[in-house]
């Protein structure tokens, strides 16, 4: 019985548009009436007429992942109005990178306490990162920028105070 009061409520964004929800609504299938946020946001960042544009264009077994995509993007660009996800991708990269220089410190402690008990198993020395065509590469995952920015700064390393 839960279906049928779920069948017959609006999607979210029928809802937040004030507008009723016929059967072939091209927003129901993505913004269940469960979460009125996800359109909310997806609406103030993009606009509900552009987002019909774009579901509209798209094949139908595109739209949900087109979806996901607007409403983390949208999320990102509401918490970071400045940054948006890119906030998140650089904050990731910059973790990525100070974990990786924690596991080449760990490995290269490895190989000195190797070398010190005359252990002869042998050992592989830690992979550095390394510029390939704009690109920089660590362990094949390639960032579109090199990582220039410095933890130890005020700012965090992106020229605006606190963390993102």
């Given amino acids: 019985m839960a279906s049928s009061s779920c069948y017959n409520s609006p999607c979210a964004a029928c809802k937040f548009l004030r507008r009723k929800c016929l059967p072939g609504c ?31 264009e798209l094949l139908p077994h595109q ?23 890119v906030g998140a991708i650089t ?7 100070r974990l990786q220089k924690e596991l ?12 010190c008990n005359d252990v002869s198993a ?3 020395a830690p992979q550095r990162g390394y510029e390939l065509g704009g690109f920089h590469q660590t362990h094949n995952f390639p960032f579109p920028y090199p990582p220039s920015w410095n933890d130890q700064s005020p700012s965090g ?8």
């Avoid at 909310?40 to 579901?55: C, D």
């Avoid at 739209?63 to 995509?69: I, L, P, S």
């Avoid at 904050?91 to 990178?97: A, D, M, S």
């Fill in 26 to 56: 091209i927003f129901a299938p993505y913004f269940p009436p469960e979460e009125p946020q996800k359109f909310a946001n997806v609406h103030k960042i993009f606009g509900a007429s552009n987002v019909t544009k774009l579901l509209n």
């Fill in 122 to 124: 042998p050992l592989v």
């Fill in 91 to 97: 904050f990731l990269q910059r973790q990525v990178e």
């Fill in 157 to 164: 390393g992106h020229g605006r105070g606190g963390n993102i």
């Fill in 63 to 85: 739209r949900e992942d087109a979806v996901n995509t607007l409403a983390y993007e949208a999320e990102a660009r509401v918490r970071d109005p400045v940054y948006g996800c």
């Fill in 104 to 115: 080449d410190a760990a490995n290269a402690d490895l190989i000195r306490y190797a070398s």
